[in-house]
């Protein structure tokens, strides 16, 4: 990241008391770019930003905003912000967007591709001849329920729903969990 001194535009240093809580103990603007932000009014919510929750959480280094950024180095119980003019943020933010908008579609014809349409082959008949197939299917061999379920076309509640009753009537068991995945075995 490139950076220059002329863009930061303030700093402030924010404490903390014991009895009521953060408070700005100064505050200095290097430029006169117009009120950004309201830094007596705002002191509050950038302390617990940057330093809320406990020690095993991860903590912001930076935030930020559609105007400005800030970027914190806490010492002891106190917190340095400094506030700075980012440069080609629209550019950056628009290219952002693109790629969050491919992700979004490319997990969204995942998700389809992976349930079946409501009106096919879901329907009791064929959920019964499932329950049939499984415990031949799995005689001396181990699957796990997403095999199972892509094998089958099924939805995730659906392969529940036929696995949990296979268990229940004793034709199949659970042979070993790898993960999140139940593998399992005929009796």
Do not use: H
């Amino acid at each position: 990241m490139n950076f220059t001194e002329s863009e930061i535009f303030g700093a402030a240093l924010i404490g903390f008391d014991m009895i009521d809580g953060p408070f700005l103990k100064w505050k200095k603007e290097y430029t006169s770019v117009g009120k950004r932000v309201s830094l007596d009014d705002f002191a509050m919510n950038f302390y617990l930003a940057f330093r809320g929750g406990n020690e095993s959480v991860k903590k912001p280094r930076a935030i930020l905003y559609d105007k400005f950024y800030i970027v914190a180095f806490p010492r002891d119980l106190e917190l340095c912000c400094l506030f700075m003019k980012p440069k080609n943020l629209d550019t950056n933010i628009k290219q952002l967007n693109k790629i969050a908008s491919k992700i979004i579609i490319e997990m969204e014809v995942n998700e389809d591709e992976g349930e079946s349409p409501k009106d096919s082959d879901s329907d009791e008949d064929t959920i019964d001849e499932i329950r049939r197939l499984i415990p031949n299917l799995l005689n001396g061999t181990k699957m796990s329920t997403p095999e199972l379920r892509r094998y089958f076309k099924l939805s995730n509640s659906q392969i529940w729903k036929v696995m949990s009753d296979l268990e229940s009537s004793k034709k199949i068991t659970r042979a070993e969990k790898k993960g999140r995945s139940i593998i399992w075995t005929a009796i």
